[in-house]
Protein backbone atom coordinates (compact mmCIF):
# COMPACT_ATOMS: atom_id res chain seq x y z
CA UNK A 1 0.00 0.00 0.00
CA UNK A 2 1.78 3.59 -1.02
CA UNK A 3 1.82 5.95 1.84
CA UNK A 4 0.00 9.20 1.52
CA UNK A 5 2.74 12.36 1.83
CA UNK A 6 1.18 14.88 4.23
CA UNK A 7 0.29 18.33 2.40
CA UNK A 8 2.36 20.67 2.34
CA UNK A 9 1.40 24.28 3.39
CA UNK A 10 2.06 27.29 1.14
CA UNK A 11 1.56 31.04 1.97
CA UNK A 12 0.54 32.74 -0.94
CA UNK A 13 -0.45 36.85 -1.45
CA UNK A 14 -4.14 37.47 -2.74
CA UNK A 15 -6.70 40.05 -3.21
CA UNK A 16 -9.71 39.43 -1.98
CA UNK A 17 -11.25 41.37 -5.24
CA UNK A 18 -9.02 39.00 -7.69
CA UNK A 19 -10.11 36.02 -6.08
CA UNK A 20 -14.12 37.19 -6.86
CA UNK A 21 -13.19 38.39 -10.35
CA UNK A 22 -11.29 34.79 -10.73
CA UNK A 23 -14.34 33.02 -9.22
CA UNK A 24 -16.71 34.77 -11.53
CA UNK A 25 -14.68 33.95 -14.46
CA UNK A 26 -14.02 30.18 -13.49
CA UNK A 27 -18.11 29.86 -12.92
CA UNK A 28 -18.78 31.71 -15.90
CA UNK A 29 -16.97 29.30 -18.05
CA UNK A 30 -18.16 26.19 -16.02
CA UNK A 31 -14.90 25.81 -14.38
CA UNK A 32 -17.19 25.31 -11.16
CA UNK A 33 -14.66 23.64 -8.71
CA UNK A 34 -12.22 26.09 -9.45
CA UNK A 35 -14.76 28.92 -9.00
CA UNK A 36 -15.08 27.62 -5.65
CA UNK A 37 -11.57 26.94 -4.79
CA UNK A 38 -11.29 30.85 -4.89
CA UNK A 39 -13.87 31.74 -2.45
CA UNK A 40 -12.96 29.06 -0.62
CA UNK A 41 -9.42 30.64 0.08
CA UNK A 42 -11.67 34.28 1.26
CA UNK A 43 -14.58 32.43 3.53
CA UNK A 44 -12.01 30.58 5.35
CA UNK A 45 -10.12 33.87 6.87
CA UNK A 46 -13.85 35.89 7.24
CA UNK A 47 -14.82 36.11 9.79
CA UNK A 48 -17.41 39.11 9.31
CA UNK A 49 -21.44 39.26 8.71
CA UNK A 50 -20.46 38.19 4.51
CA UNK A 51 -19.08 34.83 5.63
CA UNK A 52 -22.50 33.29 5.05
CA UNK A 53 -22.29 34.96 1.62
CA UNK A 54 -19.81 33.45 0.64
CA UNK A 55 -20.49 30.30 1.67
CA UNK A 56 -23.48 30.50 -0.07
CA UNK A 57 -22.03 31.10 -3.08
CA UNK A 58 -19.51 28.34 -2.48
CA UNK A 59 -22.24 25.59 -2.07
CA UNK A 60 -23.87 27.10 -5.54
CA UNK A 61 -20.22 26.18 -7.26
CA UNK A 62 -20.23 23.32 -5.25
CA UNK A 63 -23.85 22.12 -6.25
CA UNK A 64 -22.36 22.19 -10.32
CA UNK A 65 -19.76 20.25 -9.54
CA UNK A 66 -22.17 17.81 -7.93
CA UNK A 67 -24.49 18.03 -10.88
CA UNK A 68 -21.38 17.88 -13.80
CA UNK A 69 -20.61 14.45 -11.77
CA UNK A 70 -24.18 12.65 -11.94
CA UNK A 71 -24.36 13.57 -8.55
CA UNK A 72 -28.38 14.48 -7.60
CA UNK A 73 -28.59 14.60 -3.69
CA UNK A 74 -25.64 16.41 -3.69
CA UNK A 75 -26.58 18.69 -5.97
CA UNK A 76 -30.28 18.76 -4.21
CA UNK A 77 -28.71 19.92 -1.02
CA UNK A 78 -26.00 22.46 -1.80
CA UNK A 79 -28.39 24.46 -4.36
CA UNK A 80 -31.18 24.59 -1.62
CA UNK A 81 -28.63 25.29 1.48
CA UNK A 82 -26.44 28.02 -0.43
CA UNK A 83 -29.73 29.87 -1.59
CA UNK A 84 -30.33 29.58 1.69
CA UNK A 85 -27.37 31.26 3.07
CA UNK A 86 -27.98 34.14 0.44
CA UNK A 87 -31.57 34.41 2.11
CA UNK A 88 -30.12 37.65 4.23
CA UNK A 89 -28.66 39.25 1.46
CA UNK A 90 -30.92 39.39 -1.55
CA UNK A 91 -32.05 42.77 -1.35
CA UNK A 92 -28.83 44.40 -0.20
CA UNK A 93 -26.56 43.00 -2.43
CA UNK A 94 -23.19 41.37 -1.12
CA UNK A 95 -19.60 41.12 -2.44
CA UNK A 96 -20.31 43.49 -5.19
CA UNK A 97 -22.63 40.40 -6.38
CA UNK A 98 -26.56 40.59 -7.23
CA UNK A 99 -27.04 38.28 -4.58
CA UNK A 100 -30.87 38.28 -5.74
CA UNK A 101 -30.10 37.69 -9.19
CA UNK A 102 -28.01 34.57 -8.29
CA UNK A 103 -30.31 33.49 -5.80
CA UNK A 104 -33.26 33.12 -7.90
CA UNK A 105 -31.17 31.71 -10.72
CA UNK A 106 -30.46 29.01 -8.08
CA UNK A 107 -33.56 28.36 -7.31
CA UNK A 108 -34.52 27.62 -11.08
CA UNK A 109 -31.87 25.36 -10.95
CA UNK A 110 -33.10 23.57 -7.70
CA UNK A 111 -36.40 23.20 -9.59
CA UNK A 112 -35.13 22.24 -12.46
CA UNK A 113 -33.62 19.74 -11.14
CA UNK A 114 -35.89 18.40 -8.84
CA UNK A 115 -38.42 18.02 -11.41
CA UNK A 116 -36.39 16.60 -14.05
CA UNK A 117 -33.15 14.95 -12.41
CA UNK A 118 -29.62 15.15 -13.26
CA UNK A 119 -29.88 14.15 -16.87
CA UNK A 120 -32.51 16.52 -17.88
CA UNK A 121 -30.26 19.60 -16.50
CA UNK A 122 -27.62 21.41 -18.23
CA UNK A 123 -24.88 23.11 -16.75
CA UNK A 124 -25.89 26.30 -19.05
CA UNK A 125 -28.78 26.40 -16.92
CA UNK A 126 -26.81 28.14 -14.12
CA UNK A 127 -26.29 31.23 -12.41
CA UNK A 128 -24.58 33.91 -13.87
CA UNK A 129 -21.42 35.03 -11.42
CA UNK A 130 -20.72 39.10 -12.15
CA UNK A 131 -18.65 41.15 -9.81
CA UNK A 132 -19.36 44.83 -9.84
CA UNK A 133 -16.34 46.18 -8.40
CA UNK A 134 -17.86 49.67 -7.67
CA UNK A 135 -20.33 48.00 -5.57
CA UNK A 136 -17.71 45.62 -3.78
CA UNK A 137 -16.05 48.79 -2.41
CA UNK A 138 -19.25 50.14 -0.60
CA UNK A 139 -20.53 46.52 0.12
CA UNK A 140 -16.62 46.12 1.47
CA UNK A 141 -16.84 48.51 3.81
CA UNK A 142 -20.34 48.54 4.51
CA UNK A 143 -19.72 44.90 6.26
CA UNK A 144 -16.16 45.40 6.92
CA UNK A 145 -14.96 42.68 4.90
CA UNK A 146 -11.78 40.55 5.35
CA UNK A 147 -9.59 41.88 3.08
CA UNK A 148 -10.10 45.46 2.27
CA UNK A 149 -9.48 48.71 4.08
CA UNK A 150 -11.94 51.45 5.55
CA UNK A 151 -12.12 53.42 1.59
CA UNK A 152 -12.91 49.96 0.06
CA UNK A 153 -9.51 49.11 -1.63
CA UNK A 154 -8.56 45.98 -1.68
CA UNK A 155 -5.54 44.69 0.36
CA UNK A 156 -3.02 42.37 -0.45
CA UNK A 157 -3.56 39.38 1.83
CA UNK A 158 -1.33 36.45 2.88
CA UNK A 159 -3.22 33.10 3.33
CA UNK A 160 -1.68 29.50 3.91
CA UNK A 161 -3.30 26.72 1.76
CA UNK A 162 -2.15 22.99 1.16
CA UNK A 163 0.04 23.26 -1.82
Same mark, same amino acid.
Not at 12 to 38: P, Y
Not at 70 to 94: D, K, S
Given at each position: ?5 P ?44 R ?10 ? %? !????? =?? *? $? ?5 ? #? +? ?17 N ?20 ? %? !????? =?? *? $? ?5 ? #? +? ?26
Open positions: MRQRRKQLVVKTITVRENLQRSCEDFNAGRFFEAHEHLEEIWQNERGPVDAYKGLIQIAA %A !FVHLT =RG *N $YPGAERL #L +RTGTGYLEPFRAAGALGFIEAIASAAEEAHVRLVAGGVR %A !FTTRQ =RP *N $YEVDLAA #L +RRQAVRDGAWGFDESGDALEMEITVAG
